[in-house]
């Protein structure tokens, strides 16, 4: 009796660690497909101020180049969360070069359809932002579970691996230098 209630117990411990783990694993599936929305709306909303601000940004020409292509490679739907994340971060650095860019054109500056769209462009950062936030501790959380005594051994057997976070780079934190981005 004694070795069945025994073997119950051990029972319901995996059981509790194995839905435990799926669960983490699934809230940082969920809360990236939010991410990966808001990130789909942001590429939605790149050709519109791509095309608004064009016939001003001739010199600017190689940026609206490459938000373009990194556009292009975010929508593919065959690209790694990794690969995601990392296109999210060179575009927010190109974004925030057209937005400082932007503020040195009078006429863009006063253009309503560039203030709508740079109004539009700072929500959806700013969601971004929080989904971000929002993705990390669920990925903390997640990278805890795995490595974490006992359920690391389960999440071994599981397949499961560390999960990367959204970060920024170095040169990301550095403040924008806009005297040397006009003199590129």
Do not use: C, W
């Not at 319901?12 to 991410?35: C, G, P, T």
């Not at 989904?131 to 903390?140: F, H, L, S």
């Amino acid at each position: 009796m004694q070795i069945l209630i025994a073997i119950g117990i051990v029972l319901l411990l995996f059981i509790l660690m194995y839905n435990f783990l799926v669960s983490r694993k699934n809230q940082v599936e969920n809360i990236f497909a939010s991410v990966d929305a808001l990130l789909k709306k942001r590429y939605d909303l790149i050709p519109n101020l791509v095309a608004s601000v064009k016939e001003y940004m001739k010199h600017e020409k190689d940026i609206l180049e490459e938000i373009t292509k990194l556009r292009s490679q975010a929508l593919n739907p065959y690209i790694s969360d990794e690969e995601k994340i990392d296109i999210d971060k060179k575009m927010s650095k190109l974004l925030n070069s057209i937005l400082v860019t932007v503020e040195n054109y009078p006429q863009l500056k006063a253009n309503q359809n560039i203030l709508h769209l740079q109004h539009t462009l700072n929500e959806i950062e700013e969601q971004i932002s929080a989904a971000r936030r929002a993705y990390n501790q669920a990925v903390t959380d997640y990278n805890n579970a795995i490595e974490m005594f006992p359920t690391n051994i389960l999440a071994k057997y599981m397949g499961y691996k560390r999960k990367k976070v959204f970060e920024i780079s170095e040169n990301e934190r550095e403040n924008i230098d806009v005297k040397n981005l006009f003199n590129s």
